[in-house]
Structures are given as structure tokens and as C-alpha cells.
């Protein structure tokens, strides 16, 4: 079964701090795929990322960074100098290769990001 | 810029009536979807289409029936609006290839009294 685990619900930081937003997957899956979404408090899901099941190497965007690590089935991301415009909703989704076929997203419950002045 | 675009962003409906939520996207892409996002269990797909009159169940299908008669358009149809569900709905599509990155609207406010 293809799961995506959140652990952390809530997080609060005060600007300026760095952040860390753990994400943990489950798959049986030789090729798949991973993302993350920011969800403001407008309601649309905005895309930050996505990363093949082949490509371990760790990305960095800005403030934004992420460390795809297969060996624990982790694809953490670090917000560098928080900032209160990071206050969202973030998500972590897995998605499933079908050759040819189509792609269908698995997202784990979301972690609420407060950052304070 | 992909643009995928919810008809009504709040909607208040009655127990009973037959709602309908439409979704638009630009980009010519064959995959739609419509999830549904509830507070503590994140984004559950409701329907997905990957073509035009195509449509497969995702995983909380009940309740809700789907419309695909072109390609930018997807509709979600709740014959019989009950309470629960009431919900935030997301439409979103993507490009044919697994993997491809899936691009969401702004979402639909669903209450129903």
C-alpha cells in the first residue's frame, strides 16, 4: 500500500527561524514520484516541487530546500529565514508511475505552518 | 502559466438539492481530477478522468457522480447534497504522463444546511 505520513500537524516559529516539515512514504514502488504543495489561505494548492525516484539529489530554491533521502523514505523540507508570508498548509504527495498511464496523487494529511513577527 | 478554474468559490446549498461544481483548465491536458479536502485527513480524490467521456472512481467516490463531455471541462455532480459533504473540493489536472506535475484551482467552499 502507498501511504505519506505527516507527523507534525501543527508548527509555529517566529520569523527569522529556520523550519524543517518531515515528510515520510511508503511504497512497494521501484519508480515514483514526490511533491510537495503549499496551500495559503486562499485554498489553492500551490506546486513547489517535484522530484523522480531516481534523482537523490537535494534541491534548493531560494529560501527553500529539500533532502530526498531513499534509504529512510524521506523527503523533508527546510524553509531558510521563515518568513510570515510562509504561514500555509503544506503538503507532501507521492505519486504513482504507470507507464503510459496516468498519474494519481497521495497526500499526506498536511502540516499547518504559523510564523509569527 | 497552467490555470485551472472553479466556477463558484463558496457555494450554501440544502440538504437534498443537486449541486454541481464545474472546473476549466487552459492547458489541453488529458487527466482531471476532483479531490475533496477535509481537516485532519488531508486531500482524498474523489473521480478522475484521463479522457474525454473517461472517468474512474478514486477513492470516496460515493455520493458524487462526474462529467467529462470536453476536454477542458470536468464537472462534479452531488445528486443528493448531504451534510457531510459539506467540504473544501479542489479540481485539478495534468498532462498525460505519470509524473507529470497535477495543477489544482483555487477551490470550492461547499456548506450544506
Known amino acids: 500500500a502507498q501511504k505519506v505520513t505527516q507527523a507534525q500537524t501543527e508548527i509555529s516559529v517566529v520569523e527569522k527561524e529556520d523550519v524543517t516539515l518531515d515528510c515520510v512514504y511508503e511504497t512497494r514502488d521501484t519508480t515514483y514520484y514526490l511533491f510537495w504543495y503549499k496551500q495559503p489561505p486562499s485554498g489553492e494548492l500551490v506546486f513547489l516541487i517535484r522530484?523522480?525516484?531516481?534523482?537523490?539529489q537535494n534541491e534548493i530554491s531560494g529560501r527553500y530546500s529539500w533532502n530526498f533521502q531513499k534509504s529512510t523514505s524521506s523527503f523533508n523540507f527546510t524553509i531558510t529565514a521563515s518568513q510570515v508570508v510562509d504561514s500555509a498548509v503544506y503538503f507532501c504527495?507521492?505519486?504513482?508511475?504507470?507507464?503510459?498511464?496516468?498519474?494519481?496523487?497521495?497526500f499526506g494529511a498536511g502540516t499547518r505552518l504559523a510564523v509569527h513577527p | 502559466d497552467v490555470k485551472v478554474t472553479q466556477s463558484s468559490r463558496y457555494l450554501v446549498k440544502r440538504t437534498g438539492e443537486k449541486v454541481f461544481l464545474e472546473c476549466v483548465q487552459d492547458m489541453d491536458h488529458e487527466n482531471m481530477f476532483w479531490y475533496r479536502q477535509d481537516p485532519g485527513l488531508g486531500l482524498r480524490l474523489i473521480y478522475f478522468s484521463y479522457d474525454v467521456k473517461m472517468k474512474e472512481k478514486g477513492d470516496i467516490p460515493e455520493g458524487y457522480s462526474v462529467s467529462r463531455e470536453k476536454k477542458e471541462r470536468f464537472s462534479l455532480i452531488l445528486e443528493s447534497a448531504s451534510t457531510n459533504q459539506t467540504s473544501m473540493y479542489l479540481c485539478?489536472?495534468?498532462?498525460?504522463?505519470?509524473?507529470?506535475?497535477?495543477?489544482f484551482g483555487e477551490g470550492s467552499w461547499l456548506t450544506v444546511v
Open positions: 522530484r523522480n525516484s531516481f534523482d537523490e
Open positions: 504527495a507521492l505519486s504513482r508511475y504507470i507507464s503510459g498511464g496516468y498519474n494519481k496523487l497521495i
Open positions: 485539478a489536472s495534468s498532462s498525460g504522463s505519470s509524473g507529470n506535475t497535477i495543477y
